[in-house]
């Protein structure tokens, strides 16, 4: 991987490249990438694994090399402390709790001695604390160049530092942010790179879909409304029609998310969009917006924040205008709500031509890798969603050992997933796994409901504790259950990929049933129809591919070490019923499988696996 890589580099040239775990896949781009004497910019999936991969892996790269590379980490602006947004903060006394207050204070002292601003420095405040939006800033509320703070920003230092940098660590948001505003024409994030490392690239498509749409939110008007409050308090305290119009968006956001229907769902746009109630809301919405714009012109000589104020106001009305027009068929039109919020999107049915368009835009070696990028053999899925049909492609699998520290379980009897007792059937399996593994297990499900349904059934009746998504923040539960040694985690969603428990603490892994996204979901719904438009089978091309892909990633969590060994249980039938099963099996490592009971038991039992059937 380290040659392929280097090649690639050397002739400016795009690689795809699946590691599977062990492989050192971390290590096999970071070599070449410091002798390389170029200037790289590697890409992430998560913060998480940006802080490892910038504070753990290229510190011992770097030193093993003896590579007098000069390196940066870089993040999006929210990540930073904002001077500015702190001091505006002060002044939000009376609308914050106790809490609040006591997280504000904290985040105040800490501002004194950090050197950075990056707020995951400062592990008093929780990272979902409701404090951290109103003392960092976004491309929306930003002053940019006419902050009095413009020196001293935190997001300014970071950049300058990225710029002088030889190898520059950031995360795919950050990097399709910087692709945005290269197509739009208003500069650059990044700075210039003579190659693109993207690791975690399984995450890629998913990503661009989000930066290449269009999104309204009701937290981006909320929080309109909160810093034209602010900003009015600070410079244009005369001014009344201006809170009272900011009062009126207020209202008008909470009208239309009621409009949307009190239920949380995710639907395509069409389901709503002839209600009198929502189009009686919108057209409300765009006429506060352009009230208020218009107050906040009139205010934006008062000061900078106001004039920030007043972009962000045209900005959002010009997104509504968009959203509230029919979609062309190159896009799809969907909405979300949550219990109190909602989002209205325009997202790419494809997004291959565009991130294709900003590849060829740059002139630069591009590496894509992931430990889960294949279908059985092929990259056909992957390369297809980003236009990457012509890259040079490479395959290695796990080094380690799955046919003597690996045993695949699929229970025999289950039920279809589709039939009403399923779940039961799942928790009965669970209690019987369990019992051989003496707890030491992730249960992986495929949907929040089954996910709490189960735990229903397993609270307080279990011999080992019980953690559950949701419960707790996802750093909090993985040290918890590291920690006890014999716990239960059931999650879902998150839990599924970036999750690394090496040891005992780790022996088993459930899964549920195969991850094949919702039927319902728009996005795959508008999908689905353009596939059968152009007389392709969506379940082969799209719904398999993209399924075997997710259940890669929650099975990479059984074995993370070469020492490591475990049982993977999947429990949906389907894998033997149906003829695509064997496609979900060619895609999983080499491991003894076996449909009986026992054999869990005896491999828990016994010193190494047990002989049976191996999956081929």
Not at 8 to 37: D, N, R
Not at 195 to 202: G, L, T, Y
Not at 231 to 250: C, I, N, T, Y
Request: hydrophobic fraction near 40%; aromatic fraction near 8%.
């Amino acid at each position: 991987m380290a040659q392929a890589t280097a090649d690639t580099i050397a002739a400016k040239e795009t690689l795809i490249v699946e590691a599977g775990t062990g492989t050192g896949k971390t290590f096999a781009y970071l070599m070449p990438a410091l002798q390389s004497g170029k200037k790289i910019i590697v890409s992430t999936g998560t913060r998480h694994l940006q802080d490892q991969l910038y504070g753990k892996d290229l510190p011992v790269v770097r030193a093993a090399l003896k590579a007098p590379v000069q390196s940066a980490l870089l993040k999006g602006r929210a990540n930073y402390l904002c001077w500015h947004r702190m001091g505006t903060a002060a002044s939000e006394g009376r609308q914050l709790s106790n809490r609040q207050l006591h997280e504000l204070e904290e985040i105040r002292a800490w501002s004194a001695r950090t050197a950075s601003g990056d707020v995951a420095e400062l592990g008093g405040v929780p990272e979902d604390s409701a404090v951290w939006p109103r003392v960092t800033s976004t491309v929306e509320n930003c002053l940019g160049q006419e902050c009095e703070y413009f020196q001293e920003c935190f997001v300014v230092k970071a950049r300058r530092q990225a710029q002088e940098a030889d190898i520059v660590v950031i995360n795919h948001h950050l990097l399709f942010a910087d692709m945005v505003l290269k197509e739009e024409g208003f500069g650059e994030l990044l700075p210039g790179a003579d190659a693109f490392i993207i690791d975690e690239a399984h995450q890629l498509p998913e990503v661009a879909s989000v930066f290449f749409g269009t999104t309204l939110s009701s937290h981006q008007l909320r929080d309109l409304v909160r810093d034209t409050r602010l900003e009015h308090v600070r410079e244009a305290g005369d001014m009344q029609d201006l809170p009272e119009s900011a009062d009126r968006l207020e209202s008008v956001t909470h009208q239309l998310r009621l409009a949307l229907g009190h239920a949380e769902r995710r639907a395509a746009w069409s389901e709503v969009s002839a209600d009198a109630a929502v189009q009686v809301a919108l057209l409300q919405l765009s006429e506060c917006l352009q009230q208020l714009s218009g107050w906040l012109e009139l205010a934006a000589e008062r000061g900078k924040g106001l004039e920030s104020c007043r972009g962000r106001a045209l900005l959002l009305k010009e997104r509504l205008a968009l959203l509230m027009k029919q979609a062309s068929g190159n896009y799809i039109h969907w909405f979300e709500t949550f219990r109190s919020s909602f989002r209205l999107n325009l997202t790419p049915l494809d997004v291959a031509p565009l991130f294709r368009n900003c590849l060829d835009n740059l002139s630069c070696a591009w590496v894509f890798t992931s430990a889960t990028l294949a279908v059985g053999d092929s990259f056909e899925h992957f390369a297809t969603q980003l236009g990457l049909e012509d890259a040079r492609q490479l395959k290695l699998d796990s080094p380690f050992d799955y046919r003597n520290n690996a045993l695949l379980y699929l229970p025999a009897n289950m039920p279809e997933p589709s039939a009403p007792l399923y779940v039961d059937a799942v928790v009965g399996c669970v209690r019987d796994v369990l019992q051989a593994s003496s707890g030491r297990a992730f249960v992986l499900f495929t949907s929040h409901s089954a996910l709490q349904a189960a735990a229903a059934q397993l609270a307080d009746t279990l011999d080992y504790p019980l953690l559950v998504q949701g419960t707790a923040p996802r750093r909090k539960l993985l040290e918890r259950f590291r920690e006890l040694g014999n716990a239960v985690l059931l999650g879902t969603g998150s839990f599924w990929e970036g999750v690394d428990v090496r040891g005992e603490a780790l022996s088993c892994v459930i899964i549920d049933k195969l991850p094949f996204s919702s039927p319902g979901d728009p996005i795959l719904q508008a999908r689905i129809e353009a596939l059968r438009e152009q007389g392709i089978n969506p379940f082969m091309a799209y719904q398999l591919p993209h399924a075997v892909i997710s259940l890669k990633q929650g099975v990479g969590r059984l074995i993370r070490d070469r020492h490591d060994r475990g049982v993977l249980v999947i429990c949906d039938p389907r894998l033997r019923s149906k003829a695509y099963g064997r496609v979900f099996l060619k895609s999983l490592p080499q491991m003894p499988c076996t449909g009986d009971s026992q054999q869990v038991h005896a491999f828990f039992a016994a010193a190494g696996s047990p002989c049976t059937e191996t999956v081929t």
